[in-house]
């Protein structure tokens, strides 16, 4: 862990004493017109931006009109990514290559549905490269999303996530905090696409940026799960629900040819 976050919606705890309480970034929204007028006080404001930096505090950006709007996919994904960006740019001048967070606010059943993903890929049509996708939900929904690239940050929220933690997410929400209408999040890994940590440009792809990654399950004790390279040269673990999860995307592949021992000797890549 490397720090604290805080979010909320219509809450406004004294920035002072978030601060004093070692947080280090807040967490607000973007959201459409008729979203803030059913919360009012739900959306990041110029003058709400100016007293958070002035506090000390750094900000990230969720983006979520009401809880189920990834299970309308594409077309949903990318008027939303569209207006969130729009906002974004022109009334609040956040940088270039903050993340904006797309919530995926509902159980997915410990999957990550085909629905989600073309939502996540509406998103980051509708963000058009200004911005960058970020994903919230499920340790299923966050570890298949950045895995396969859908997004590049991830916020973990301990609903419906069955006690597990993400290792790829970077946040970790746990639920209320000490301040009224808040939620407490653990930072896992930096930077994190905020106003003041915004995200580099990716690198230029290379001859296997297109390769396909495997899924294998070592038989070990106790027994674990990795997405591993096509040309073997990186692996990551997962969990065990992740591995099913990702599985079931078909986007990966079993492949049994890959012994033990050679898997051994393969780098561990770092979260990201």
């Known amino acids: 862990m490397t720090g604290k976050a805080l979010d909320y919606s219509q809450a406004r ?10 947080y280090s970034c807040v967490y607000r929204y973007v959201c459409s017109d008729l979203s803030e007028q059913g919360l009012p006080g739900k959306r990041l404001t110029p003058n709400e931006c100016d007293q958070i930096l002035a506090a ?5 950006l969720h983006g979520e009109d009401n809880a189920g709007a990834a299970q309308s996919g594409y077309p949903r994904g990318k008027q939303q990514g569209t207006q969130w960006a729009d906002y974004a740019s022109s009334v609040l001048s956040a940088p270039r290559g903050m993340t904006i967070v797309a919530a995926v606010d509902y159980d997915t059943n410990g999957t990550y549905p085909q629905v989600v993903a073309d939502y996540l890929a509406g998103v980051t049509d509708g963000l058009a490269g200004e911005y960058k996708t970020g994903v919230y939900g499920s340790i299923y929904v966050v570890d298949a999303a950045l895995a396969l690239k859908h997004a590049v940050h991830g916020v973990q929220t301990v609903a419906w996530s069955h006690g597990k933690v993400s290792s ?3 946040l970790y929400q746990h639920g209320g ?3 009224q209408g808040t939620d407490y999040n653990d930072i896992l890994h930096t930077p994190h696409g905020t106003w003041l940590q915004t995200l580099p440009p990716p690198p ?11 899924l294998i ?6 027994p674990s799960w ?3 390279t096509a040309d073997l040269t990186a692996r990551k673990e997962v969990s065990e629900d992740s591995y099913v999860a990702l599985k079931g995307t078909g986007q990966y592949l079993t492949n049994p040819g890959i012994d033990q021992a050679t898997f051994a000797g393969i780098p561990v890549v770092a979260a990201s």
């Open 204 to 214: 230029p792809p290379s001859e296997d940026s297109e390769m396909k990654a495997f």
């Open 56 to 60: 000390g505090l750094d900000i990230g």
């Open 217 to 222: 399950h070592v038989p070990s004790t106790p």
């Open 177 to 179: 905090s000490e301040f």
């Open 226 to 228: 990795w997405v591993v």
């Open 13 to 22: 705890p004294p920035l002072g004493k978030v601060k004093a309480n070692g």
């Open 168 to 170: 790829w997410a970077h």
